[in-house]
T-cell receptor, first 112, second 116 residues
Framework: EAGVVQSPRYKIIEKKQPVAFWCNPISGHNTLYWYLQNLGQGPELLIRYENEEAVDDSQLPKDRFSAERLKGVDSTLKIQPAELGDSAVYLC??????????FGPGTRLTVL | GENVEQHPSTLSVQEGDSAVIKCTYSDSASNYFPWYKQELGKRPQLIIDIRSNVGEKKDQRIAVTLNKTAKHFSLHITETQPEDSAVYFCAASSAKGGTSYGKLTFGQGTILTVHP
């Protein structure tokens, strides 16, 4: 069984540039999560989807971050414009309902 | 919202010794407590979890205990090996209601180093 797939694995951009991350969850998993992980800290939830619906986006900085999961399968997280403080690892996870969450390898973003 | 505190932040043991990591949580509605292991540059991987209807769960050298009254849970690793060296995260979630419904709130992590 394939795990959660994320791309790209690494991204380096200049500040004020836009950036997008893509996630494909485990087949059959209807719940998808985007987490932010700063160095030396635990992941923090940005947004949670149940199928196509964003059911918890309270931690998503909506002035510059956006996300979509149009067909209830894969998802895209976008930052526009990126700031220096956005440098972090962006993790995607999926689960069936509220059961065990499985994480992808993450995208390491560096904003210069 | 839910708050999870994890201790210690670093733990150094000799190979063969036991390691214990402790977490406390704040939301009494939380009922699911997973532990993740994260090696450097890799994804967090679930190693064991416990739900609030049980007090202890074991899987070979790993065990987790839960005290719902005191709102704390612990990870126990026995006969540690160098390959156990990693960052360990506890987390709490709720399947129904509460501020942690449907989302994991993670502790700050424990860097475990097992010396050969």
């Amino acid at each position: 069984e394939a795990g959660v797939v994320q791309s790209p694995r690494y991204k380096i951009i200049e500040k004020k540039q836009p950036v997008a991350f893509w996630c494909n969850p485990i087949s059959g998993h209807n719940t998808l999560y985007w987490y932010l992980q700063n160095l030396g800290q635990g992941p923090e939830l940005l947004i949670r989807y149940e199928n196509e619906e964003a059911v918890d986006d309270s931690q998503l900085p909506k002035d510059r971050f956006s996300a979509e999961r149009l067909k209830g399968v894969d998802s895209t997280l976008k930052i526009q414009p990126a700031e220096l403080g956005d440098s972090a690892v962006y993790l995607c996870a999926s689960s069936f309902g509220t059961r065990e969450q499985f994480f992808g390898p993450g995208t390491r973003l560096t904003v210069l | 919202g839910e708050n999870v505190e994890q201790h210690p932040s670093t733990l150094s043991v000799q190979e063969g010794d036991s390691a214990v990591i402790k977490c406390t949580y704040s939301d009494s509605a939380s009922n699911y407590f997973p532990w993740y292991k994260q090696e450097l540059g890799k994804r967090p991987q679930l190693i064991i979890d416990i739900r609030s209807n049980v007090g202890e769960k074991k899987d070979q050298r790993i065990a987790v205990t839960l005290n719902k009254t005191a709102k704390h849970f612990s990870l126990h690793i026995t006969e540690t090996q160098p390959e156990d060296s990693a960052v360990y995260f506890c987390a709490a979630s709720s399947a129904k209601g509460g501020t942690s419904y449907g989302k994991l709130t993670f502790g700050q992590g424990t860097i475990l180093t097992v010396h050969p």
